[in-house]
Each structure stands twice: as C-alpha cells, then as structure tokens.
C-alpha cells in the first residue's frame, strides 16, 4: 500500500468518509490541468470548490470534467491582465 493510499484511508477515517467515494485519480488529475494551464496555487483552491460542489451534492466525475475544461480554456500566460471572459455561473448539473 502506497503512502497516497495510507493517508487517504486516515484521513477518510478522521472525517468520517467512505473511502470509496475519494476518488484520487480524478482530484489529482484535476489539480495537475488546473497547476499547468492556469496557475500552481489555482490547483489546491480548485481541489477544495471541487469537494465544495461534490458535498452540496453535485457529482464529481462530470464536476471534475466542467473544471477541467474551464482550466483547458484558460488562456494565462502568467500575466494577471490577460485572461478569457469569467463564464457565467452555471447551475448545478
């Protein structure tokens, strides 16, 4: 058992979550998109809006893949005054 795998288990036990339902793969292939095409301290914040949205009940699959294409669709250079149009807020699929 990896460290990943060990820590995720404690840490499901300390709060209380099926393990089952932490799905690391896509929270950290969320974080790699959002650290690459948007910016390093964007991945973090966007993993916590992601358990946000999945604990209010939104599904995180098809939550993990609307993030993924907004950070896909950013275009950032690095330069704060250069980014697309904030979409609309979009209801809860």
């Known amino acids: 058992m990896s460290t990943l795998q060990r820590w995720l288990e404690a840490a499901c036990a300390e709060l209380g979550i099926e393990p089952a339902t932490a799905d690391a793969r896509i929270v950290l292939d969320l974080a790699r998109d959002v650290a690459h095409q948007v910016d390093r301290p964007a991945a973090p914040v ?3 809006l ?8 939104q599904p ?4 993990a893949e609307r993030l993924t294409e907004l950070a896909n669709g950013w275009a950032g250079s690095g330069d704060d005054t250069e980014h697309p149009q904030v979409p609309q807020r979009r209801p809860p699929a």
Do not use: N
């Open 46 to 48: 966007t993993a916590y």
């Open 60 to 63: 995180l699959g098809a939550t």
């Open 50 to 57: 992601l358990g946000v949205a999945v604990g209010r009940g």
